[in-house]
């Protein structure tokens, strides 16, 4: 890409020639967002690499938009540990011109799933509002990335770092460890100078956990969406899966039940591959719990 710098008089203010910095978006947690699934890699559990062009991830992230997603979820880099290791070059390359071409024909809000400091810089520098760092803040480079932009955070709950083995997870009490983790990543976040109100906590569903793990997280919602805004990551999940017996491409009506039940039970942000299914579901359940209108009254009236 070629980039054209303009020329300015020695005379002119230093300042005056710095681009103004990009103040990102801060997502309206008020209400339950449905966030659309962006996989630019070639080896997605689900994906298969079906969004790997990047004509097809931005087509992806609009046509999410359009079925009604109100974040979108752009990453390079697969969590499991066995796909192939991705450079931070590679992940750049992947991941900005993605976020940027979004961003030049929609203000949806933007998130970059991504655990590397400088992806989350220029991903928002080139648009993205929010960071979705499955390393739970671990590093401190993301913190600061995070508290010098303003960008809104998303912490989820791991034992071990992206890409590592680890298995046979064990946990004391599984929804109090995960609390606990969150809770401390949260203190530590807010005393690195990031806004409480642009933290959103995920106790990461399938992360290190086997399947009862993820359906007693489920079942205890509650004591993860105490501790503040909640994004739930489930979609076609392997703990969907081996609850029901489905492989990833029969999971969706396992997929639409969970999150139901999280919105119930306090979560603010759902993450899908299956968008307008779940924004239906979603939005059906504000509607029960009294949160929402029901688009048009017309039944026996």
Known sequence: MTTTTAT??????????????????????????????????????????????????????????????????VGGVPFSPDTPAVGVTEELDRVVPVVAAIRAVSDVVISV???RAEVAAA????????????????DDAMLDVVARTGATVVVAHSLAAPHVHLPRPQYGDVVADVAAFLRERVAHTVAHGVARDRIVVDPGHDLN?????????????DEITAIGPTLVALSRKDFVGETLGRPADERLAGS??????CVEHGARVVRAHDVRATVDAVRMVEAVLGRREPVEHRHNR
């Not at 103040?23 to 790997?52: E, Q, W």
């Not at 991903?123 to 671990?138: C, M, P």
């Not at 956990?209 to 919602?221: D, F, P, Q, V, Y």
């Open 113 to 115: 799933d991504t655990t």
């Open 209 to 221: 956990k086997n399947t009862s793990h993820s359906l007693e997280l489920t079942r205890r919602l």
């Open 8 to 73: 300015h008089s020695s005379d002119e203010p230093t300042a005056s020639r710095a681009p103004a910095r990009r103040t990102p978006r801060a997502p309206d947690l008020s209400h339950v967002a449905v966030m659309g699934i962006v996989n630019r890699t070639p080896d997605s559990f689900y994906d298969r690499g079906r969004t790997f062009a990047l004509e097809a991830a931005v087509e992806a992230a609009l046509r999410a938009v359009a079925e009604g997603a109100e974040w979108v979820d």
């Open 256 to 261: 639409l039940a969970v999150a139901a039940w």
């Open 123 to 138: 991903s928002i520098e080139a648009g993205a509002d929010v960071v979705n760092d499955t390393n739970g803040l671990r």
